[in-house]
């Protein structure tokens, strides 16, 4: 029985006494009495874990049977859960996997796994019906409207359907009910339309002649004969520039997976992407794919993971969290955007979404599909060694150019004191606007200005549980911590030395950028889009439905605008601080920066006329401009694999990261002293560190962190097993808080993407 708590493995049960015959197969989830409370766990039959005895501060009262070398007794089952589908052995295995690759406790990965079910109860539910006739004296709006044709007379939806399909707020759903306009009534998940079946033939597109090809490789992955187990499931990396059709290209794959009645998941890096990957899919398959996603409603998720388990859902579309619903059928998976480092969960299971959808791919015989404009270094290098397939997309699609690059030196053409839009990106923009075209400035910072200084004392705003500058946020008149929950209000006094109306913002936010340019551009139709403005699914979708129509000629936004959209009419990309990434010095800083620049810039010029990308920098000798000014993508990622093979840094190494943390700085510290003692030594093995972590305080904890590096062939997670279990034998499993000495946590990320 595997229960979601840090213990090292799976612990044994008698069953309950009423369960028929055949209910008690491994994947059965079941409510056990745990400790003093109760829980869930999933009954599991992985043959290679020692089943475990309590641990004793759940159980005090047994910790002394224990150890005077009693038996235990075992425990009942309290209820199995029939309403809820068996997890399906290809998803057991894989949370096994994650768990020994990360060195999680499986228990912690099961929950991630399995919340949704357990969250809603019933599955009957209630919908909607639109009122036959409508209520003579109904108040029509657009909103309400769109609410109206998405709903049907016979066919209930429920609000979270309705709110989807219309692209608005549950608000308007709650005014058409008081009104009378909708009915409720009780929805069947068979009957409802929950999940309507994509037809792999419905819209298919004429594509080029390149596409076809690279369509073509992709679907005779397909086609392989299955039976040929010797031979590992494919992975293909589709490297295609910005706009040259890469989402048509796999929608082939995903067709043919259709044809052969198999499930298909595709992840994107950020829910915000998927409003128009929705539509495109939609226009394409003339039916929805079930989207997947932290937000959706409780009901909804439920729904969503049992309609996979049973085979009714047949495309999902999600971000990384996707990886763990219980296909029973999958034949495909596609990681959109492969190289974004939002597929790196960096909190709880530290797991990398694209790493595991490989894993998982391989564990069910599937073909996984990597597309990128950008791709990582880690991708390309399993490309060219052979591990992976390559296909390439190197034009346009219909002749569209890729755009233009040019640079803004800013310690020359810079902008006035106290502004941020140099002249030559002014003029630019306007030129945009009065051609009747669309212009973007890109700005990967939140709020008005990074820090906030007393020009009387000199005074600097810093968080107290972070060492973080505070972040000013104009709009709401605080300062807030990036980093943690921290805000409050700007003050009006300095807090140093009293004096008043002296504090100044210092460097820009996309607020302030926003500021200059209304100021600037005062004709423009300005929308400013950033994850804390845009914070719902609905609001992205009408915000970009007010690009795509043009109601908006000038977007201010911050990287959630870099990816993936597809809007005809911009042909200028503005990068306000194309330095911003590079500081730090972490070891992806370049590839990043090059990568999001290169995406950002991909927005510009996809329709008929051609586009241009400027880059304000102080920098512009730097690698990554140059390459930028040249749109030589390859020859910067040979560069800097030249520059990380020596050191075996990844891909050419392995590496994973521990990471200290204590209320008191002094005891962090002594313990990754005494961590980096007894560090693992050996050819190709090396411990660095310790070192305080960049972000040497957070969230009120001391961090000091210790750098674990094996050449390729080394297997990490051994040396990790053996160096820090030897010492911290007293917590119950790694990555996950122990109740050590003094506050004290050790964490681990096997294959670090943040160094902070
Ligand atoms: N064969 C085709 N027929 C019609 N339209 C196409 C075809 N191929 C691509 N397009 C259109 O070209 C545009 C760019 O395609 P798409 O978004 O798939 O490119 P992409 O390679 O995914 O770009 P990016 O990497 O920038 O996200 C879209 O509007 C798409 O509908
Ligand atoms: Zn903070």
């Given at each position: 029985?595997?229960?979601?708590?840090?213990?090292?493995?799976?612990?044994?049960?008698?069953?309950?006494?009423?369960?028929?015959?055949?209910?008690?197969?491994?994947?059965?989830?079941?409510?056990?009495?745990?400790?003093?409370?109760?829980?869930?766990?999933?009954?599991?039959?992985?043959?290679?874990?020692?089943?475990?005895?309590?641990?004793?501060?759940?159980?005090?009262?047994?910790?002394?049977?224990?150890?005077?070398?009693?038996?235990?007794?075992?425990?009942?089952?309290?209820?199995?859960?029939?309403?809820?589908?068996?997890?399906?052995?290809?998803?057991?295995?894989?949370?096994?996997?994650?768990?020994?690759?990360?060195?999680?406790?499986?228990?912690?990965?099961?929950?991630?796994?399995?919340?949704?079910?357990?969250?809603?109860?019933?599955?009957?539910?209630?919908?909607?019906?639109?009122?036959?006739?409508?209520?003579?004296?109904?108040?029509?709006?657009?909103?309400?409207?769109?609410?109206?044709?998405?709903?049907?007379?016979?066919?209930?939806?429920?609000?979270?359907?309705?709110?989807?399909?219309?692209?608005?707020?549950?608000?308007?759903?709650?005014?058409?009910?008081?009104?009378?306009?909708?009915?409720?009534?009780?929805?069947?998940?068979?009957?409802?339309?929950?999940?309507?079946?994509?037809?792999?033939?419905?819209?298919?597109?004429?594509?080029?002649?390149?596409?076809?090809?690279?369509?073509?490789?992709?679907?005779?992955?397909?086609?392989?004969?299955?039976?040929?187990?010797?031979?590992?499931?494919?992975?293909?990396?589709?490297?295609?520039?910005?706009?040259?059709?890469?989402?048509?290209?796999?929608?082939?794959?995903?067709?043919?997976?259709?044809?052969?009645?198999?499930?298909?998941?595709?992840?994107?890096?950020?829910?915000?992407?998927?409003?128009?990957?929705?539509?495109?899919?939609?226009?394409?398959?003339?039916?929805?794919?079930?989207?997947?996603?932290?937000?959706?409603?409780?009901?909804?998720?439920?729904?969503?993971?049992?309609?996979?388990?049973?085979?009714?859902?047949?495309?999902?579309?999600?971000?990384?969290?996707?990886?763990?619903?219980?296909?029973?059928?999958?034949?495909?998976?596609?990681?959109?955007?492969?190289?974004?480092?939002?597929?790196?969960?960096?909190?709880?299971?530290?797991?990398?979404?694209?790493?595991?959808?490989?894993?998982?791919?391989?564990?069910?015989?599937?073909?996984?599909?990597?597309?990128?404009a950008t791709p990582s270094m880690e991708t390309r290098a399993n490309a060219e060694h052979g591990r992976y397939g390559h296909v390439v997309l190197p034009a346009r699609h219909g002749g569209a150019r890729l755009p233009e690059t040019a640079l803004v030196d800013m310690r020359?053409?810079?902008?006035?004191?106290?502004?941020?839009?140099?002249?030559?990106?002014?003029?630019?923009?306007?030129?945009?606007?009065?051609?009747?075209?669309?212009?973007?400035?890109?700005?990967?910072?939140?709020?008005?200005?990074?820090?906030?200084?007393?020009?009387?004392?000199?005074?600097?705003?810093?968080?107290?549980?972070?060492?973080?500058?505070?972040?000013?946020?104009?709009?709401?008149?605080?300062?807030?911590?990036?980093?943690?929950?921290?805000?409050?209000?700007?003050?009006?006094?300095?807090?140093?030395?009293?004096?008043?109306?002296?504090?100044?913002?210092?460097?820009?936010?996309?607020?302030?950028?926003r500021e200059e340019a209304e100021k600037r551009f005062p004709q423009a139709r300005l929308l400013c889009m950033a994850s804390d403005t845009l914070d719902s699914p609905a609001a992205m979708a009408e915000a970009v439905h007010k690009v795509a129509s043009g109601e908006v000629?000038?977007?201010?936004?911050?990287?959630?605008?870099?990816?993936?959209?597809?809007?005809?009419?911009?042909?200028?990309?503005?990068?306000?601080?194309?330095?911003?990434?590079?500081?730090?010095?972490?070891?992806?800083?370049?590839?990043?920066?090059?990568?999001?620049?290169?995406?950002?810039?991909?927005?510009?010029?996809?329709?008929?006329?051609?586009?241009?990308?400027?880059?304000?920098?102080?920098?512009?000798?730097?690698?990554?401009?140059?390459?930028?000014?040249?749109?030589?993508?390859?020859?910067?990622?040979?560069?800097?694999?030249?520059?990380?093979?020596?050191?075996?840094?990844?891909?050419?190494?392995?590496?994973?990261?521990?990471?200290?943390?204590?209320?008191?700085?002094?005891?962090?510290?002594?313990?990754?002293?005494?961590?980096?003692?007894?560090?693992?030594?050996?050819?190709?093995?090396?411990?660095?560190?310790?070192?305080?972590?960049?972000?040497?305080?957070?969230?009120?904890?001391?961090?000091?962190?210790?750098?674990?590096?094996?050449?390729?062939?080394?297997?990490?997670?051994?040396?990790?097993?053996?160096?820090?279990?030897?010492?911290?034998?007293?917590?119950?499993?790694?990555?996950?808080?122990?109740?050590?000495?003094?506050?004290?946590?050790?964490?681990?990320?096997?294959?670090?993407?943040?160094?902070?």
């Open positions: 029985m595997l229960v979601p708590r840090p213990f090292a493995g799976a612990l044994d049960y008698l069953p309950p006494a009423s369960a028929g015959p055949g209910e008690l197969a491994a994947g059965r989830i079941v409510r056990v009495p745990l400790g003093r409370g109760e829980s869930f766990g999933c009954i599991w039959d992985d043959a290679g874990e020692v089943a475990q005895t309590l641990p004793p501060d759940l159980t005090p009262d047994r910790q002394e049977e224990e150890n005077k070398g009693r038996k235990i007794t075992l425990r009942r089952m309290a209820e199995l859960r029939l309403d809820i589908p068996l997890l399906p052995p290809s998803l057991r295995r894989f949370i096994d996997w994650v768990a020994a690759y990360t060195l999680t406790p499986p228990g912690m990965v099961l929950a991630m796994a399995i919340r949704a079910p357990l969250q809603a109860s019933a599955r009957t539910q209630l919908g909607w019906l639109r009122a036959e006739p409508l209520p003579e004296d109904l108040r029509l709006t657009p909103q309400r409207r769109a609410v109206l044709e998405a709903a049907s007379v016979q066919h209930p939806m429920t609000t979270a359907m309705l709110t989807e399909r219309a692209g608005v707020g549950a608000g308007v759903v709650r005014g058409l009910a008081a009104s009378g306009a909708l009915k409720q009534a009780v929805l069947h998940p068979e009957e409802s339309g929950l999940f309507p079946a994509p037809q792999p033939d419905f819209a298919p597109p004429v594509l080029s002649a390149q596409q076809q090809d690279a369509a073509d490789v992709l679907t005779s992955a397909l086609k392989e004969p299955a039976a040929d187990t010797a031979k590992p499931a494919p992975v293909i990396l589709l490297e295609g520039v910005t706009g040259s059709g890469k989402t048509e290209v796999y929608f082939e794959a995903v067709a043919e997976a259709l044809r052969q009645g198999r499930q298909v998941l595709v992840l994107l890096p950020e829910i915000a992407l998927t409003t128009q990957w929705r539509e495109r899919f939609a226009r394409r398959f003339g039916a929805e794919a079930a989207v997947w996603h932290s937000e959706l409603g409780a009901r909804r998720r439920r729904d969503v993971w049992c309609g996979v388990a049973e085979g009714q859902v047949r495309v999902v579309v999600g971000p990384r969290s996707a990886l763990f619903l219980p296909f029973s059928n999958l034949g495909l998976v596609v990681v959109d955007e492969e190289h974004e480092s939002a597929y790196k969960q960096e909190e709880g299971v530290t797991y990398h979404g694209r790493d595991m959808a490989v894993v998982r791919g391989r564990q069910v015989g599937a073909p996984v599909i990597l597309a990128s020359r053409d810079g902008p006035e004191r106290g502004e941020f839009l140099s002249p030559v990106l002014s003029a630019a923009v306007d030129r945009a606007l009065e051609a009747g075209e669309q212009a973007m400035l890109f700005l990967n910072r939140r709020g008005y200005a990074p820090l906030t200084l007393c020009r009387a004392c000199g005074h600097r705003f810093e968080c107290p549980n972070c060492s973080a500058w505070m972040v000013e946020h104009r709009k709401r008149g605080v300062l807030a911590c990036h980093h943690c929950d921290h805000v409050e209000p700007v003050p009006t006094q300095c807090p140093g030395c009293g004096a008043e109306h002296a504090l100044v913002p210092i460097g820009p936010g996309i607020e302030r950028i000629n000038l977007v201010i936004g911050t990287q959630m605008v870099a990816k993936g959209w597809d809007f005809p009419d911009l042909t200028l990309v503005g990068v306000v601080d194309a330095d911003l990434g590079l500081g730090g010095g972490d070891l992806r800083a370049a590839e990043r920066t090059m990568q999001l620049l290169h995406q950002v810039g991909g927005r510009a010029g996809r329709g008929t006329r051609p586009g241009r990308v400027l880059l304000q920098s102080y920098a512009g000798e730097h690698p990554v401009m140059q390459a930028l000014l040249k749109n030589d993508f390859n020859g910067f990622m040979a560069q800097e694999a030249a520059l990380r093979q020596p050191g075996f840094w990844p891909p050419f190494g392995r590496l994973a990261a521990v990471i200290v943390s204590a209320p008191q700085e002094r005891v962090a510290e002594e313990q990754a002293r005494l961590l980096a003692a007894s560090a693992p030594r050996g050819p190709g093995v090396q411990v660095l560190g310790p070192a305080p972590a960049p972000l040497a305080l957070l969230r009120g904890r001391w961090r000091q962190r210790l750098l674990l590096r094996t050449r390729r062939g080394i297997a990490l997670q051994p040396l990790l097993r053996q160096w820090l279990g030897a010492r911290w034998s007293g917590t119950y499993g790694l990555g996950v808080q122990g109740g050590g000495e003094g506050g004290l946590k050790i964490e681990v990320d096997v294959d670090p993407v943040s160094f902070l």
